[in-house]
């Protein structure tokens, strides 16, 4: 699969943060969110999960309330891990990748 500078930028930062989440600068905003965060979801490489504490929110949804990204075990092996990251399997709590 072939991802874009931006993608593989929001991957990296994400695979290095300790709760594995992808925090979107406020340069990527409106349709170009969606097309570089969809293609992501589609591949399964990041998925949505409650944003819960300090978790950065990526959407709100009216009937699950906000929403955060997480990089996903797919992404660790399709990609390779960076030091230290592992999402547990039993904490997937992730959801399908649609968006907005």
Same mark, same amino acid.
């Given at each position: 699969? *072939?991802?874009?500078?931006? /993608?593989?930028? #929001?991957?990296? +930062? +994400? $695979? /290095?943060? @300790?709760?594995?989440?992808? @925090?979107?600068? =406020? *340069?990527? &905003?409106?349709?170009?969110? /969606? &097309?570089?965060?969809g293609k992501l979801?589609?591949?399964?490489?990041?998925?949505?999960? =409650?944003? /819960?504490?300090?978790?950065?929110?990526?959407?709100?949804?009216?009937?699950?309330? $906000? #929403?955060? #990204?997480? %990089?996903?075990?797919?992404? #660790?092996? $399709?990609?390779?891990?960076?030091?230290? %990251?592992?999402?547990?399997?039993?904490?997937?709590?992730?959801?399908s990748g649609r968006?907005?």
């Open positions: 699969m *072939k991802l874009t500078d931006t /993608q593989l930028v #929001l991957l990296s +930062a +994400a $695979a /290095q943060r @300790e709760d594995a989440t992808v @925090e979107i600068g =406020p *340069k990527l &905003k409106g349709s170009a969110a /969606q &097309k570089v965060l979801l589609s591949e399964h490489l990041i998925e949505e999960i =409650p944003a /819960q504490g300090t978790l950065p929110v990526w959407r709100c949804d009216g009937s699950e309330g $906000a #929403l955060a #990204l997480r %990089v996903t075990e797919h992404r #660790l092996a $399709a990609i390779g891990p960076s030091e230290g %990251v592992s999402v547990a399997a039993g904490d997937r709590g992730g959801r968006i907005p």
